[in-house]
């Protein structure tokens, strides 16, 4: 695995130096160790001499220079399929809602959904309204969609 050093922290946004020419790609996750608890980032841009900014997923309290961060080389996945459906999950894809570890057999990233399905009105369904919002739900992906009325 890739490994870099974190230089910079500003409250959720990580800055990490890489060794030359070993840059992690944009939206990828690397992961920091520190305090007995793992905390993972998304890199949101490369900022120049081998350092990349990062968007932390978890609270930064404690995180100093120096700590050693890896890169894990593909983004941020979450659990998709049936084991998912009634379940409710943070933005890593752990589940939250007190019911157990989730053992799905598929798990795909944020940027995959969109580049290989982007949102089409006429492939999904009103599931649920209200009078400020609706849940959306795409019949061939069987993602969710929230869609507020501001």
Request: proline share 5%.
């Amino acid at each position: 695995m890739n490994q870099g050093k974190v230089v910079q922290v500003m409250g959720p946004v990580v800055d990490v130096r890489f060794l030359d020419n070993h840059l992690p790609k944009l939206y990828s996750a690397l992961i920091i160790e520190f305090n007995n608890q793992k905390l993972t980032v998304e890199v949101a841009q490369h900022v120049g001499d081998d350092v990349v900014r990062c968007i932390a997923m978890g609270s930064t309290d404690g995180l100093t220079r120096g700590t050693l961060v890896l890169d894990t080389g593909s983004p941020i996945k979450v659990p998709v399929g049936d084991a998912t459906l009634g379940r409710m999950f943070n933005v890593l894809g752990d589940p939250i809602d007190g019911l157990g570890d989730v053992f799905a057999t598929l798990q795909i990233s944020r940027l995959f959904y969109y580049k290989n399905n982007p949102p089409l009105l006429y492939n999904i369904t009103p599931y649920f309204a209200t009078i400020k919002s609706v849940l959306l739900l795409n019949h061939q992906t069987f993602y969710s969609h929230i869609c507020v009325d501001v």
